[in-house]
């Protein structure tokens, strides 16, 4: 909401347009799923969805000499209904042993990426909680699978960029002040050598 509420108090809205990172066909399977669903983010007007392009990665994963799909739903079946704990532990398991999957196929030589071997460095599996990060940890670990758990608690404030900005800021507020203008130059989003400067 504090975002709808920011978004709500500025006329200009921007966009990126073009996803870098990913394949083309994981960026087009999202734009799929997303365009399918009527207001997938509930707050349609405040938060669209807008389809992007691709110009990521060009390497797929191969699975038995065959382009793997690049999008899975999984769904629990079996109970009617399911607890939040249980089916957090659930999913746990059967992300931890896809993970297993695919790296016994990669011992194999039948997972790759390109030309290489799939290895445990590829994957990564992205939780909204630590409590579920531990859960798909705890179950790697039942399998032998190692695995680190990465989570940013700093606040955004707290990064160098954001540190950079403010002096770019205080520098266009104080246009006059010299000093500031060195200080905002040199900053790494300008990323200028010493001659430059």
């Known amino acids: 909401f504090t975002y709808i509420q920011a978004r709500r108090n500025v006329s200009a809205h921007y ?5 870098w990172r990913s394949s083309s066909t994981l960026v087009a399977a999202v734009n799929g799923l997303f365009e399918r669903a009527k207001d997938p983010f509930i707050y349609e ?3 669209p969805f807008l389809p992007v392009e691709a110009q990521g990665k060009s390497k797929a994963l191969q699975l038995d000499g065959a382009t793997a799909p690049v ?3 999984w769904q629990l079946t079996g109970q009617s209904t399911f607890n939040r704990g ?3 532990s659930k999913m746990a398991r059967a992300t931890a042993a896809e993970i297993h999957r695919l790296l016994t196929l990669a011992r194999e030589g039948k997972a790759l990426i390109g030309d290489k071997a799939v290895k445990a460095g590829d994957i990564a599996v992205l939780v909204r909680t630590g409590a579920e990060g531990k859960l798909v940890q ?3 670990a039942r399998l032998a699978i190692a695995s680190v758990y990465l989570s940013n608690r700093e606040s955004v404030l707290e990064q160098v960029e954001a540190r950079e900005i403010l002096l770019i800021l205080h520098a266009c507020q104080n246009p006059s002040e010299e000093r500031s203008l060195r200080a905002a130059l040199a900053t790494g989003l300008f990323d200028l ?3 430059a400067l």
């Open 86 to 88: 249980d089916y957090q």
């Open 15 to 19: 966009t990126l347009g073009r996803n």
């Open 71 to 73: 999008l899975h739903c």
């Open 138 to 140: 705890q179950e790697l």
């Open 193 to 195: 050598d010493a001659k």
């Open 45 to 47: 007007a405040d938060i």
